[in-house]
């Protein structure tokens, strides 16, 4: 099993990225899966999650992305997406996706709070915005 998560660049302040995050030997179903990051010197933090599983509460987004970030899943493509807008020099950080591997009927916040209960990690994308 494999999440491959790419999409990061270096970006101006008021600039886009769209992250994505790519499962290979699994399949990504509406399984929960959530995109965390890494600041220099900061803790890793939950950014975004989702569970397509649940009707309620199934998107769960930080409060300083909220309204900038959406997350998406393209089940075709076995793909789940970060659209990043309007970033700020404090989104700079390496963005991990991570996915669980069984369908629950957790809310995404429970797993953006628990990150230690999501099965597989991808290897990180950094992403830089300039002031």
């Known amino acids: 099993v494999q999440l491959q998560a790419s999409g990061g660049g270096l970006v101006h302040a008021g600039g886009s990225l769209r992250l994505s995050c790519t499962a290979s030997g699994f399949t990504l179903d509406d399984n929960a899966i959530g995109w965390f990051r890494r600041a220099p010197g900061k803790e890793r933090e939950g950014v975004s999650c989702i569970n397509s599983a649940v009707s309620v509460g199934s998107s769960y987004y930080e409060d300083s992305v909220k309204g900038r970030f959406t997350i998406s899943r393209d089940n075709a493509k076995n793909t789940v997406y970060l659209q990043m807008n309007d970033l700020k020099p404090e989104d700079t950080a390496v963005y991990y996706c991570?996915?669980?591997?069984?369908?629950?009927?957790?809310?995404?916040?429970?797993?953006?709070?628990?990150?230690?209960?999501?099965?597989?990690w991808g290897q990180g994308t950094l992403v830089t915005v300039s002031s």
């Open positions: 991570a996915v669980k591997a069984r369908r629950t009927s957790d809310s995404g916040l429970f797993y953006c709070v628990r990150p230690f209960l999501l099965d597989y």
